[in-house]
């Protein structure tokens, strides 16, 4: 097979924390993580590929609301926490919304929504769990909801 | 710009995503595990908050062998190492007493000074002799030997500037230099891929900070007429000065910086430049006096140039070189001439024989021969590393080459597997380097002989091709060529 080569150019992004997000070939292997851990789901529990595509959504949904909007700060000292009390989500380039990766990982979760939903004949317990699935992390990545703590939950350091 | 196959950018980022999965996964585990536990802190806040140490816990200190590893010898082309073993998978290193001759590709050696030289060494002992290793003072107090005074003039003599200034460290030269030129209400426009020192600074001045793309004289001229048409944050009132920090080699990717393009953009909208030769100044240059002189820019139109002698010198400290005024305000302003204590004077004798040896004023031509063979030794090396199919960074002549790695699995790989072999080199991770742009660096020195360089290349390619870094076709040798050619 023939090498694609692709151009990194290094992003002018301080926070290391969110940088490597700019790299070629973080979407296709998104994607491509989802579509093999549905494989795994499909062989491991032996259900229904629509009951798969629930499990895989809701795993989605547990793993990326808290690496995304939970956690906060960044995995190492070097930035003498600059970012302590922002989320993953609201350190993504720097800070400015609506760019294109923002836009991709909304559009994301909608699409295995409606791929599990599609899957599942719209039936009933599922749906309402992935409804609510996609219902939180949509709200959660709008661009009003930046810096926003409902209630303060998750405010403290 | 590094070029790298696509199914490489894939892997890399899923084998990152597996290595911070099992990171989390075991972190869980302990939690549970130590759930009963009795944390007894007495009141005391937590040294780490959250996940802090969490890349330094779950992923450096896995393959922590190949950091750090401590040497029994002078840096000088071959090199001892210590051989550690480890009882709990890495967590802890215990030394042996014995040691294995490597080839060193690691050291920042460029001229061969870091081992006993003919010159310099009888100099510097003699000089240990008569003022001791330390002069237990600082600058201002006692501590200016004639030594210090015959140095300082002896720098900007061949730098090319009016004045200049000693301080004991380089990193300190960096970090406590720029707090002392620009502060708030200033703004420090650097590179995005600036050493952690520059970075240090610049966030220690309490000047506002931005950033242009690595070597990219339009992108700075944009971002300059930006902040000038935006002005301070908030109030939008005219900035008090505006700094351009820019690296002569860049240390990570072996790129010479684009001066004259970058010096035309600064005069332009009447902004200081400050140039940091860590890694050019001795190295590259046809006598030696760095970036200026190869890319044929007049060191009048940078206004303040920075330098360590860790690397071509062989000794340790840094100088700034810049006008009589601007040093003489550092020499009572600046924390690190005041407060630090003055530069060990064996290390300034060291400094001073090995410029008069790159100035020829030893009366021998050993400085040109120097010269001359780290640039041969570069071209060869990087041409030859090409032509195997690694890709490898950085512009010719300079004697730093980054091989790229790029998987997290194949740095522990390259860098044992090379060991094992008695070839020494540096690989370098994340947070240094970019996530995904893991690399091996390989230093070139000009007292490597072409036996070394062959001996080097032979190994690299070997575990370069159990490793598996070959991304680029591998040239077919030129006599090849010539048959096919000659058969049509």
Redesign the interface.
Known sequence: MA??????????D?N?NT??FM????W??YI??LFFSWLLVLSVLGCSPGMAWTIVNLFHFAITYHFFHW????????DQ?MY?TLTWWEQMDNGKQLTRNRKFLVVVPVVLYLIASHTTDYQHPMLFLNTLAVMVLVVAKLPNMHKVRIFGINAG? | ???????T??T???S??LLFAFGQLRDFFRKIVDWFKSKDLKGYAPI?????????RRLYLRIQDCFGRPIASAPDAWIDVVERYSNDNNKTLHRTTNTTKCLNLGSYNYLGFAAADEYCTPRVIESLKKYSPSTCSVRADGGTTKLHTELEELVARFVGKPAAILFGMGYVTNSAIIPCLIGKGGLIISD??NHNSIVNGARGSGATVR????NSPS?LEEVLREQIAGGQPRTHRPWKKIIVIVEGIYSMEGELCKLPEIIAVCKKYKVYTYLDEAHSIGAIGKSGRGVCELLGVDPTDVDIMMGTFTKSFGSCGGYIAASKEIIQYLKYACPAHLYATSMSPPAVQQVISAIKVILGEDGSNRGAQKLARIRENSNFFRSELQKMGFEVLGDNDSPVMPIMLYNPAKIPAFSRECLRQNVAVVTVA??AT????ARARICISASHSREDLIKGLEVISKVGDLVGIK?FPVEPPKHAEHVLKKLE
């Open positions: 090498k694609l080569y692709v151009e990194a150019v290094p992003p002018a301080m290391k940088e490597w790299y070629p070939g973080v296709t292997t491509l993580i956690k906060k700060g960044t995995p190492f000292a070097d926490g302590n350091n | 710009m590094v070029r790298l196959p696509y199914t950018a894939l890399t980022l899923f990152y995503g780490c908050l959250g996940l802090e140490d969490f890349y330094v995005s891929l950033v242009f793309q690595h992108h994340f947070p970019p996530l995904l742009l991304y």
